[in-house]
């Protein structure tokens, strides 16, 4: 068996007029992140922590933030992507464990939702996906409400 581990992290800086996702999840918010794509911080991590993990390279590498073809795009497209090539490659994903890091809006009445919507395109049970919520204690630009971020590990294997 090849078990492998990958982490990934995403930051987006917040701006009025932009939606905000999270996890794949639209969540209500006067302000959103900002970003080439829809800026779902916490999908573009779970995509890094998975590229590393199969060794292929990261987010950017497969969807350039200057191609016009990704402006605005659904980041769960994105996430599809990288699934069918760990699949392609004879992975499966086992268990994948995050943590967002946002001011406000709360983060954690919405991940059940965000599991549910996730574990259908990873293809693994809501168990296996761990979604943490924290804060920056009013910290940096993140704990200012300025930015936010995602870490992200995952477990796969052959």
């Keep these: 068996m090849n078990i492998r581990i990958g982490f990934g992290v995403d930051v ?8 905000l996702f999270i ?4 969540i209500p918010s006067e302000f959103g992140a900002v ?6 911080v ?9 590229l590393g993990a199969a060794n292929l390279r990261d987010i950017g590498f497969h969807f350039s933030d200057t191609d016009p073809k990704f402006k605005g795009i659904d980041s769960k497209i994105l996430l599809r992507e990288v699934v069918e090539m760990l699949h392609n490659k004879g992975y ?3 268990n994948i464990d995050c943590t967002v890091i946002l001011e406000t809006p709360k983060v954690n009445p919405h991940i059940p939702d965000m ?5 259908e395109i990873l293809q693994i ?7 943490k919520a924290s804060t920056h204690e009013k910290v940096d630009s993140f704990g200012e409400g300025k930015a936010i971020k995602a870490y992200t590990v995952c477990l796969i294997n052959k």
């Design 12 to 19: 987006h800086r917040l701006s009025d007029g932009h939606l």
């Design 23 to 26: 996890g794949g999840k639209q």
């Design 35 to 40: 970003g080439h794509s829809d800026a779902d």
């Design 42 to 50: 916490l999908i573009h991590a779970i995509c890094d922590s998975l």
């Design 92 to 94: 499966k994903i086992i």
């Design 115 to 119: 599991q549910k919507i996730l574990s």
């Design 125 to 131: 049970e809501e168990d296996a996906i761990s979604i």
